[in-house]
């Protein structure tokens, strides 16, 4: 549904965004990268506010830039605030459905509606000056909602919310994205967002660095082993059967564990039943200290 051809944004010299292509459908992808890695530049380029220097960005095969046909498929959600401060929630998203042309009654039902699906329904008549950074996000999420958009445009919505409002943030996408909404979440808190999606855009310095499923990127970086650590009251025993098979590459022994390095997870994860089923191995846990974003974003950007 989005698509971005060879895009770049120049700001005088300075590079926004660096010969990007990439197409986002259906599902929650995560934009990441560090502050300042042009996240914030493609959300405005595909929302509209700015200008492509270079290539074409396209909504549905439309042109976004000042065009209103196209921001009716849109919902977004910025991540800076600028309420009224002395209205309600319910004030605020009302007054934006009757901007949005619905008359007095569809304005109302609708604002209803949204305000129940993000959780702020028994909160909503109270002042904005009073919300919690929580509840203000979860506002901004009901505006991006009213007009029943294809797809949702999130930038750092992780930003300052507790744990708990983490997860119902991420729960609420889910249940979007299941619907067959397209959800971009832009973010930099990268163990926070792959409990979110396996489907990443990975920006660096304005370039797009890896795009796709976070098993498949992680496996391309062939020239990194992946690391695996197996969690065992019998560590020299465990490390004695490993070294053996001919994909690992080397082990390190530690006191309740070992960690091991292989270029061939796969074989490794296949052979690891057998192991444990057939020769009694006492394996407690294991896991991968790689197969993660930061991990993976780290090998991107530093080789």
């Known amino acids: 549904m989005i698509e971005l051809n060879q895009v770049s944004r120049w700001y005088g010299q300075v590079i926004g965004l660096n010969d990007v292509t990439c197409s986002i459908g259906p599902g929650v992808t995560a934009l990441l990268g560090m502050n300042g890695a042009g996240k914030s530049t493609m959300i405005k380029l595909i929302t509209g506010q700015i200008r492509p220097t270079t290539g074409e960005v396209s909504i549905g095969g439309e042109d976004p830039f000042a065009n209103p046909s196209v921001y009716r498929k849109l919902g977004y959600c910025p991540e800076i605030d600028n309420f009224y401060e002395h209205q309600t929630g319910r004030q605020f998203v009302y007054g934006l459905a009757r901007l949005d042309g619905m008359s007095h009654q569809d304005a109302s039902n609708r604002t209803q509606k949204v305000l129940e699906e993000v959780g702020m329904a028994d909160r909503c008549d109270k002042r904005i000056a009073g919300y919690s950074k929580g509840m203000r996000q979860r506002v901004k999420l009901a505006q991006a909602m009213l007009h029943q958009p294809d797809a949702i445009l999130l930038d750092e919505p992780l930003n300052g919310l507790d744990p708990v409002g983490r997860r119902e943030l991420m729960d609420m996408l889910k249940v979007l994205a299941d619907e067959g909404k397209a959800i971009l979440v832009s973010s930099h ?58 994909y690992v590459l080397s082990i390190n022994v530690e006191r309740d564990g070992v960690e091991l390095q292989t270029k061939e997870p796969r074989q490794f994860y296949d052979a690891l039943p057998e192991l444990v089923l057939d020769e009694n191995v006492p394996i407690r846990g294991f896991s991968s200290p790689d197969n993660n974003l930061e991990s993976i974003f780290q090998y991107l950007v530093n080789g």
Do not use: N, W, Y
């Open 189 to 246: 808190i990268l163990f926070e967002v792959e409990q979110m999606t396996r489907s990443i855009l990975l920006l660096h310095r304005g370039r797009l660095m890896a795009s796709g499923d976070l098993r498949v990127i992680r496996e391309l970086i062939d020239k990194h082993p992946h690391r695996v650590r197996i969690e065992t009251p019998e560590p020299r025993e465990v490390a004695r059967r490993l070294v053996a098979l001919p």
